[in-house]
């Protein structure tokens, strides 16, 4: 049986499994979740066995477990480890949702649903694409899954875990579809990612939230301090005011930004998709440049005072931002964190008391495009999609990417299927049903690429 009349048969069995994976709520950043994200794994316990695995397990981490599972056909033919996340980011502001984020929805050939791409839905191609290679007997290599539960909070547990199970975890390569491509007719690769440090701020003013009427204008506001010392991070040409920040900045060739001159990006739609009138970043780079090959500082939230119905007249005690920074090759997070918070307290005035925690952080990745694997990537998106993919480097950070190179020596393969216009981390996040037929038929080429 060829493998579209195998996805026409078997479709709605898809769907009925890839939605018990998302009515889960399995949100890894809130603590009430716990029992959500066992249950997920659970749940990718029981899919993996029926897909025809010979054994899985859900294993402890210091955190949220993992759950592995293998299917060994000859210890003597290579093995591909398949990497997905099982956690989703928050659905909130669930006013804006047009469907319940949990309650997946079919509208215009697309699913609604947070999960419905990041990444329930990529991980869940693996595991059919797995199912009918082995159903047609035509696995031609051993098969290994991992699947984490902390990636949305930046994979604190998994890099410990990976050390303790170097011998469990052996493979020659890893497939990961976590990432996306620029358009459903411009098939591309990954073939970088920015690594990421992330900040909360606290500013503190009185010891306690004040009458604005009797205290304004003789003690320090919190949130208008804050507002000022997050406005002298960018300059107005979108460049980073911290000193060094650059310091170690991978230097891009010439050639290599001719090449992404090339990648194709109609502004103007760009644009309309993003409801923006116009585009803004750092002087002297263009848009897939800034996003790709250029660090960034971003406030992800900032909160303070009162914010309910009506009003209250008070001057808070204390103020708070989220922060975060995107990397590049040779910029280590440890060192721009250490960067970033002393120059927060320096120029934090002496009318208030700042605190910085750093919350989680994550290396940058590159992967070569010459490799043996790269090479059966690339002829499987030609296969399916009926034109090559483009190398792009992405703006977006997998903390465990680089850490299954350090650690495992091994460079994974970012075969992504989403779209920008998917809106993962946001409401109303999708997944058009054709890319997920597309991303079935790739992933099942490429094994035959991969070993053939």
């Known amino acids: 049986m060829e493998i579209k009349e195998y996805i026409k048969k078997t479709q709605s069995k898809f769907f009925e499994d890839l939605f018990s994976l998302i009515r889960i709520p399995s949100v890894s950043s809130h603590s009430h979740r716990k029992g959500d994200l066992l249950k997920c794994a659970e749940q990718w316990k029981k899919l993996l066995l029926e897909a025809g695995v010979d054994t ?85 290599c051993n098969v290994k899954f991992i699947l984490e539960g902390e990636e949305e909070i930046g994979s604190p547990s998994l890099e410990d875990f ?12 890893i497939l990961v579809s ?25 500013v503190k003013g009185a010891n306690r939230d004040l009458h604005s009427g009797i205290f304004g204008g003789a003690v320090a506001n ?18 980073i005011t911290i000193p060094n920040f650059y310091d170690d900045v991978e230097k891009v060739s010439k050639k290599e930004r001719e090449l992404i001159a090339q990648i194709p990006l109609d502004i103007e739609a760009y644009k309309k998709n993003l409801g923006v009138k116009h ?21 992800c939230g900032i909160w303070g005072g009162y914010t309910g119905e009506g009003s209250k007249t008070v001057l808070p005690s204390k103020a708070y931002a989220k922060l975060s920074a995107r990397l590049v090759p040779n910029q280590q997070y440890e060192k721009i964190a250490q ?3 002393k120059y927060l307290k320096k120029i934090a005035p002496k009318h208030i008391d700042i605190k910085v925690t750093r919350l989680h ?20 998106y030609e296969k399916a999609f009926g034109k090559k993919p ?24 970012l075969m992504g299927f989403g779209l920008e216009s998917n809106a993962i981390h946001s409401p109303n996040e999708n997944f058009n049903i054709e890319l997920y037929e597309k991303g079935i038929e790739t992933i099942v080429e490429f094994y035959k690429q991969y070993n053939s």
């Open 279 to 299: 585009l803004h970043g750092e002087k002297g780079y263009s848009t897939i440049e800034r996003t790709g090959i250029r660090p960034t500082l971003d406030v």
């Open 56 to 140: 899985a397990e859900i294993l402890p981490t210091k955190g949220n477990p993992v759950v592995f599972a293998t299917k060994i056909i000859d210890p003597k033919l290579p093995t591909v480890m398949v990497y997905g996340h099982y956690d989703v980011m928050p659905a909130e502001p669930l006013e804006l949702w047009n469907s319940p984020p949990f309650e997946p929805e079919i509208r215009d050939g697309k699913v609604y649903a947070r999960g419905a791409d990041d990444d329930k839905g990529q991980s869940f191609l693996h595991a059919k694409a797995f199912e009918y290679l082995l159903k047609t007997k035509q696995l031609n």
């Open 222 to 239: 919190p949130i208008m301090e804050l507002s000022k010392i997050l406005a002298q991070l960018i300059d107005k040409d979108g460049k």
């Open 339 to 341: 960067l970033v918070e």
């Open 390 to 413: 483009l190398p792009v480097r992405r703006g977006g950070s997998i903390g465990v990417i680089p850490v299954f190179e350090k650690v495992l020596g091994v460079k994974p393969i």
């Open 361 to 380: 952080g994550a290396a940058s990745y590159v992967c070569p495009i010459d490799s043996k694997e790269y090479k059966a990537a690339e002829k499987a």
């Open 178 to 202: 976590d990432t996306s491509m620029l358009a459903a007719e411009t098939p591309s690769i990954t073939t970088g990612l920015r690594g990421l440090a992330y900040w909360e701020i606290e």
């Open 162 to 173: 990976c050390k303790k199970n170097k011998k469990l975890l052996k493979c020659d390569t």
